[in-house]
């Protein structure tokens, strides 16, 4: 029954209504392979189009060319004419546009229970994926910024309290405010626990006359491929 349910609904040519069927099919796994993408992200409204097509498009190319060398070698021709200019993608768009090619493949080959199956363990997946949250050693690294007194010898006067709260510490940054009576230093550190930031913070305070610290997280760019 397994067998029957995941064979291919035509051979070597197909119909009007084999085409629609199967284009139909590549459109409803477009649509929710654009929501699985678009689910707690912010993609434009073109990328969702885009995913929203991209299966039954290549649906109709891989129909056309299915059996023809002729017609294959014509299309991978005309494609490789084609360069793609846009900005890097996110890791998640990436899969997000191969799952779209590979339903749309697996539709054209006229496994369209395959296709329904492939694309909703995909998605589930993704969808568990974006309930776990992996702690990454870069969630600690963070940004301080020091106000100190003129008098106050920066080189080593918060060793002890970084060898404390921190794996590593780097000055990234001295300059003067104040008509030179103040420094403004700024660190990049790594903490070991962020929960004790506040009590970083206070023994910091502590150390520079209770003048301004500001302990920030760093702009960073989002992984790309």
Same mark, same amino acid.
Do not use: W
């Given at each position: 029954?397994?067998?029957?349910?995941?064979?291919?609904? +035509?051979?070597?040519?197909? /119909?009007?209504?084999?085409?629609?069927?199967? /284009?139909?099919?590549?459109?409803?796994? &477009? =649509?929710?392979?654009?929501?699985?993408?678009?689910?707690?992200?912010?993609?434009?409204?073109?990328?969702?189009?885009?995913?929203?097509?991209?299966?039954?498009?290549?649906?109709?190319?891989?129909?056309?060319?299915?059996?023809?060398? &002729?017609? %294959?070698? =014509?299309?991978?021709?005309?494609?490789?004419?084609?360069?793609?200019?846009?900005?890097?993608?996110?890791?998640?768009?990436?899969?997000?546009?191969?799952?779209?090619? =590979?339903? %749309?493949?697996?539709?054209?080959?006229?496994?369209? =229970?395959?296709?329904?199956?492939?694309? %909703?363990?995909?998605?589930?997946?993704?969808?568990?994926?974006?309930?776990?949250?992996?702690?990454?050693?870069?969630?600690?690294?963070?940004?301080?910024?020091? /106000?100190?007194?003129?008098?106050?010898? +920066?080189?080593?006067?918060?060793?002890?309290?970084?060898?404390? +709260?921190?794996?590593?510490?780097?000055?990234?940054?001295?300059?003067?405010?104040?008509? %030179?009576?103040?420094?403004?230093?700024?660190?990049?550190?790594?903490?070991?626990?962020?929960?004790?930031?506040?009590?970083?913070?206070?023994?910091?305070?502590?150390?520079?006359?209770?003048?301004?610290?500001?302990?920030?997280?760093?702009?960073?760019?989002?992984? /790309?491929?």
């Amino acid at each position: 029954m397994l067998n029957t349910l995941f064979s291919a609904i +035509y051979s070597n040519t197909f /119909t009007i209504d084999v085409y629609l069927i199967c /284009t139909a099919v590549s459109l409803v796994l &477009g =649509a929710i392979v654009a929501l699985t993408a678009n689910f707690r992200a912010r993609l434009s409204k073109s990328f969702l189009l885009a995913l929203f097509l991209i299966p039954a498009i290549v649906q109709t190319v891989i129909m056309l060319v299915n059996g023809s060398v &002729g017609t %294959g070698v =014509a299309v991978m021709g005309a494609f490789s004419l084609v360069r793609f200019r846009s900005v890097a993608g996110s890791a998640k768009e990436i899969v997000s546009i191969f799952l779209a090619m =590979a339903a %749309g493949l697996a539709t054209a080959m006229g496994y369209l =229970a395959l296709a329904v199956l492939f694309v %909703g363990i995909i998605c589930i997946a993704m969808f568990a994926a974006s309930f776990i949250r992996l702690k990454d050693r870069d969630d600690l690294v963070r940004e301080l910024k020091i /106000t100190i007194p003129e008098d106050l010898n +920066y080189a080593h006067s918060f060793d002890d309290l970084f060898e404390k +709260y921190t794996h590593s510490s780097k000055l990234l940054t001295v300059k003067t405010s104040n008509m %030179g009576s103040l420094y403004k230093l700024i660190y990049n550190v790594e903490l070991k626990n962020e929960d004790d930031m506040q009590s970083f913070i206070d023994e910091l305070r502590c150390r520079n006359g209770n003048l301004e610290i500001a302990l920030l997280v760093p702009a960073v760019a989002e992984a /790309t491929l």
